[in-house]
Nanobody, 117 residues
Framework: QVQLVESGGGLVQPGGSLRLSCASSRIIFGISIYAMGWYRQAPGKQRELVASTTVGGTTNYADSVKGRFTISTDNAKNTVYLQMNSLKPEDTAVYYC?????????WGQGTQVTVSS
């Protein structure tokens, strides 16, 4: 069973930055997986897709994070990153990675991002 492991979250002040990582020892990005994305779920809200990337490097972002978040991959490490800059309190959520456009893999434990002064 494929296991996704997210890390890199934490508590940060508004305007700060964090870099999230998503690793899997069994996903071969570009062979078994065509596109990956970062999702987030805030308390009381549905999980939403905030960023995605294809093997070819095509990226897409939700309007709420466009210009502030950057998704990237390290195929040699089977790792997907999410660089988050200019963080806002409304970015507070648990962040998860999974395939897109449909989340086909089991969800990992996620990583908590809290933006607060």
């Amino acid at each position: 069973q494929v296991q996704l492991v997210e890390s890199g979250g934490g508590l940060v002040q508004p305007g700060g930055s964090l870099r999230l990582s998503c690793a899997s020892s069994r996903i071969i990005f570009g062979i078994s997986i065509y596109a990956m994305g970062w999702y987030r779920q805030a308390p009381g809200k549905q999980r939403e897709l905030v960023a995605s990337t294809t093997v070819g490097g095509t990226t897409n972002y939700a309007d709420s994070v466009k210009g502030r978040f950057t998704i990237s991959t390290d195929n040699a490490k089977n790792t997907v990153y999410l660089q988050m800059n200019s963080l806002k309190p409304e970015d507070t959520a648990v962040y998860y990675c999974n395939t897109v456009p449909v989340a086909m893999l089991g969800w990992g434990q996620g990583t908590q991002v809290t933006v607060s002064s």
